[in-house]
């Protein structure tokens, strides 16, 4: 009798394990793919905004519960100068760029990533053609005092948008309470509520 209550035992064990790594693998196939969120503001002081468009990225590993992942930021900030002696009419700098990390995700549970990234694979990009300065007033004395401020005005942006990336990507260790229906993922990233949207037209199929 006491045999059979420990096969019992055993059995009702393995079938917890069996549906939560079923649950698990579940999970991670519903994720694979490209996703977009909707844009977010970062910051807005009135003299200085920044906007971000956050791209996940999930590939498969070895295991149906694990795999690679690749965060991207698309970031874009506008900056207002105030008036000086070189700046005589209202000046805003405006740019955009790229902020990439890689790390791996394993499935916890059937609504839970855990998330380690590699901090050393951040990269950001800025294409200083794309940095757009803009008076108010244009003028050929303006039009020449924004061709001095360029460089300084490229440095700047791209200073902000790494720094506004690190922001996003710092301790992120987990992506909870997600939410797959069909080509729409909800979930949470750094207690902040956030909503994407799949690349690809079809969701891959869920095995049952």
Known sequence: MKSLSLLVCAAAVCGVALTSCNSRAKLAQSIQ?????????????????????????????????????????????????PFNDSIQTPLTISASGTATITGVYQ???????????DATSMSTQVDPEGVVLNYNVATEESGAAAAKLKPAAVILATQQINR?????????????????????????????DLVFSRESA???????
């Open 164 to 192: 506004a990336a690190q922001n996003l990507f710092t301790n992120v260790h987990e992506i909870d309470d997600i939410k797959v229906n069909g080509n729409l993922m909800k979930c949470e990233i750094g207690h902040k």
């Open 202 to 208: 079809v969701a891959p199929s869920v095995t049952k």
């Open 33 to 81: 793919g490209e996703w977009t969120s909707n844009p977010e503001k970062l910051l807005d002081t009135g003299a200085a905004q920044a906007t971000a468009v956050r791209v996940l990225e999930f590939t498969r590993g070895t295991t149906d519960t694990e795999g690679s992942i690749t965060m991207s930021a698309l970031v874009t900030v506008e900056n207002t100068m």
């Open 107 to 117: 499935a916890k549970d059937d609504d839970e990533l855990m998330i380690s990234l």
